[in-house]
């Protein structure tokens, strides 16, 4: 168990709708990134936030967004869903923002028919 | 631009046929280059981290070393609970906050 908390498990849903990821980071961490990950892509990074501010952005498409709140937990917003959108959703932490030595949660399958 | 290649994409190995995974990488002024497991439907899980050419880092029998150019990811007499997919990564951009990943190593030790 890393410590790092993803909900949902797993999400289905349909083409244009949205839907929100939530990730607690490890006690104690400040900086939350996020990853998408699929068959063809590996895993892509998308976004990474410290202490509430955003840090370094990947490949984030427009109609993806992040927030960190002030209690440190995460939330990435993903809206007007295409079929190409279905992965796996990663989100990781660490205590500082430059380090390499990530912690993992389980992971969010989103499955969008 | 900078990258990492792994190779082979996948590797299959009876129980106790030691073998290594590779990572070559092109990236101008390595801030570290990382090894991580990662299981089917799991999250990546840290392993190791190498800085500098020569340094080597065991775990079990796992040892990652590194060289100038690339990264091996050594298994001595594997088991099955070895299986998984291994990655190595490299930060990369500005204030070096980006973890960006290989494609990765399937790796399935057969009993």
């Known amino acids: 168990d890393s410590g790092v908390t993803q909900t949902p498990k797993h999400l289905i849903t349909a083409t244009g709708q949205r839907v929100t990821l939530r990730c607690s980071p490890r006690?104690?961490?400040?900086?939350v990134y996020w990853y998408q990950q699929s068959l063809d892509q590996g895993l892509q990074f998308l976004i990474q936030y410290y202490n509430g501010e955003e840090r370094a952005k990947g490949n984030i498409l427009e109609r993806f967004s992040a927030q960190q709140f002030p209690d440190l937990h995460s939330e990435l917003n993903l809206s007007s869903l295409e079929l190409g959108d279905s992965a796996l959703y990663f989100c990781?932490?660490?205590?500082?923002?430059?380090?390499?030595?990530?912690?993992f949660g389980e992971g969010s399958r989103l499955t969008v028919l | 631009e900078d990258q990492v290649t792994q190779s082979p994409e996948a590797l299959r190995l009876q129980e106790g046929e030691s073998s290594s995974l590779n990572c070559s990488y092109t990236v101008s002024g390595l801030r570290g280059l990382f090894w991580y497991r990662q299981d089917p439907g799991k999250g990546p899980e840290f392993l190791f981290t190498?800085?500098?050419a020569g340094e080597e880092k065991e775990k079990e029998r796992l040892k990652a070393t590194l060289t100038k150019k690339e990264s091996f990811l050594h298994i001595t007499a594997p088991k099955p609970e070895d299986s998984a997919t291994y990655l190595c990564?490299?930060?990369?951009?500005?204030?070096?906050?980006?973890?960006?990943f290989g494609q990765g190593t399937r790796l399935t030790i057969n009993p």
């Open positions: 190498l800085y500098s």
């Open positions: 006690s104690g961490d400040l900086s």
């Open positions: 990564a490299h930060l990369e951009g500005e204030g070096a906050q980006k973890l960006v």
């Open positions: 990781a932490s660490s205590t500082s923002g430059v380090t390499g030595e990530l912690f």
